[in-house]
């Protein structure tokens, strides 16, 4: 690629490229380091983006396919998926095309730019084995194949540059190795077992973490200065926290696919595809069941400013103003009963459904505001009347 001297030039370069036969933008793409098996270096184990790119910069994508295209890589946009290997012929086209931006790329502009100029640097200076450094491009968001693309799509939404609940994962727990991490970094079960002897009598077996097929979302991804996770193990990657969310120790747990919308406490579970809205309060050892835990498949979102009490389970959708008590399971079976007064009152505030009757299972429920789930303490009957009680996070802590 010859050396582009101006934006004009720079600019008629992503036109042609585009206009090449079945040039496609990509959904999503970047360039990541990957840890391999220690036995089988043909086994990705972990895949690490310092740069995602998610329907944007299309410029860079172009010049990233030209740049293949020069070293006798074709990207086939037809395929869901594309991983290459990245070399520093790839990198040296790169830089020629990004040279009238050269001088901007520091701070939050230009992030490609300062992807490629500081890998180039790097591997100049230290060099790289062979498949160290590989570009992934996902043109279509079909099920997770490779698992450099698995971590891409996991990246989009740690980093909300792609919404909760809008990725398709299907295969990510067949595309991902299960894997010991050890201080942040993935260790493969096989070499562990072949070297186990030896590791052990030389006193060199690692301290082994956790094993799992997903890191934690603080070794990939660093949170807004008003998010605080007071463990570790409590956030999985994948997860999306918005800024000003706690995580509390304890019986706290986001799984993937899972988060927050809004300022909110947690310091009880949020299963894989639920989600909880701004102002909420998810109560200590409250659980919040995902599409595999009795839901009928059905995903839970947690309007605003809800309460979640301590050791509840949230087996609905619940609107904004919402409540259930300490120690309650409200479930789409669970039946509730709703008395006159408080469901003209429940009525009046959700005026685009009318329930009627006395008696309903939770799912006739499901997302309505202002409800206030509690249990008659000599009856045990579970009832459902209009909220009173305002919700408000202490401000000091957010």
Not at 365 to 391: D, K, P, Y
Request: with cysteine; aromatic share 8%; glycine share 10%.
């Amino acid at each position: 690629m010859d050396i582009i001297q101006t934006e004009d030039q720079f600019k008629a370069l992503i036109t042609e490229i585009k206009s090449k036969p079945n040039y496609k933008d990509p959904v999503g793409f970047g360039i990541a380091r990957v840890d391999v098996g220690q036995l089988n270096s043909d086994k990705v184990l972990q895949a690490t983006y310092p740069v995602v790119n998610w329907g944007e910069n299309f410029g860079s994508a172009a010049i990233f396919m030209e740049a293949l295209r020069e070293q006798g890589i074709t990207v086939d946009s037809t395929q869901s998926e594309v991983v290459c290997n990245v070399n520093l012929p790839f990198l040296e086209s790169c830089l020629k095309a990004f040279t009238p931006y050269s001088d901007e790329a520091f701070g939050d502009a230009h992030k490609n730019i300062q992807v490629i100029s500081n890998l180039y640097a790097q591997i100049k200076e230290a060099g790289m084995r062979e498949g160290e450094f590989r570009i992934v491009f996902i043109f279509e968001d079909t099920a997770c194949i490779s698992v450099e693309a698995t971590y891409l799509k996991l990246y989009a939404l740690s980093l909300a540059k792609a919404e909760l609940r809008s990725l398709n994962l299907n295969g990510a727990f067949g595309a991902l190795p299960n894997v010991a991490w050890s201080a942040g970094q993935p260790i493969e079960l096989d070499y562990l077992r072949a070297y186990e002897i030896e590791l052990k009598f030389a006193n060199e077996y690692p301290h082994v973490d956790f094993v799992d097929k997903f890191p934690r979302f603080l070794q990939h991804i660093i949170p807004a200065d008003n998010t605080r996770i007071l463990e570790t193990a409590k956030v999985r990657f994948g997860a999306q926290l918005h800024a000003g969310t706690t995580v509390m120790p304890g019986s706290s747990y986001i799984n993937f696919n899972a988060g927050t919308t809004g300022v909110s406490m947690v310091e009880g579970r949020i299963s894989s595809s639920a989600i909880v809205g701004d102002g909420s309060d998810v109560g200590g050892g409250a659980s919040i069941l995902g599409v595999l835990s009795g839901t009928d498949g059905n995903p839970i979102s947690v309007g605003k400013n809800c309460l979640l009490g301590a050791n509840s389970v949230c087996g609905i959708p619940l609107g904004d103003a919402c409540i259930i008590d300490a120690g309650i399971s409200i479930l789409e079976g669970t039946k509730i009963g709703v008395y006159p007064d408080a469901l003209e009152k429940i009525n009046e505030v959700n005026a685009k459904m009318t329930l009627v009757g006395e008696v309903f299972k939770g799912k006739q429920l499901a997302g309505l505001n202002g409800l206030h789930f509690r249990q008659n303490s000599m009856t045990g009957e579970v009832t459902a009347s209009r909220s009173t009680r305002e919700i408000k996070l202490n401000a000091d802590l957010h």
